[in-house]
């Protein structure tokens, strides 16, 4: 099993922007798909981005021009880099793979088709 671990949340002011590291414990395969959800208090965790075997990109409407996800298979690493935060982005911050993606014709922001997540990192938005 794929160990992930998330890092660069914090605090900022809307309009700022941070970007989120996800640390693989093994080489990023070209057979996995890894994708980014979150979760605020009381909601549902929603899908924010997702990345396929050879970087097809799917974004949720909420971030579409302000996100971008992007991996570095050297490094074994995926990153969120998050431009104009809104307060509405506060949430926690998931990482997640998939390690058999090679049927899938894009990467899906849908939870239960991940089977590998990290602990999370908190991204808090001020107004």
């Known amino acids: 099993q794929v160990h992930l671990v998330e890092s660069g949340g914090g605090a900022v002011q809307g309009g700022g922007s941070l970007r989120l590291s996800c640390a693989a414990s093994e080489s990023i395969s070209s057979n996995y798909c890894m994708a980014w959800f979150r979760q605020a208090p009381g909601k549902e965790r929603e899908g924010v981005a997702a990345?396929?075997?050879?970087?097809?990109?799917t974004y949720a409407d909420s971030v579409k021009g302000r996100f971008t996800i992007s991996k570095d298979n050297a490094d074994k690493t995926l990153y969120l880099r998050m431009n104009s935060l809104k307060p509405e982005d506060t949430a926690m911050y998931y990482c997640a793979v998939r390690v058999d993606c090679l049927s899938w014709i894009s990467p899906t922001l849908m939870h239960y088709d991940y089977n590998s997540w990290g602990q999370g990192t908190q991204v808090t938005v001020s107004s």
């Open positions: 990345i396929g075997r050879v970087g097809t990109t």
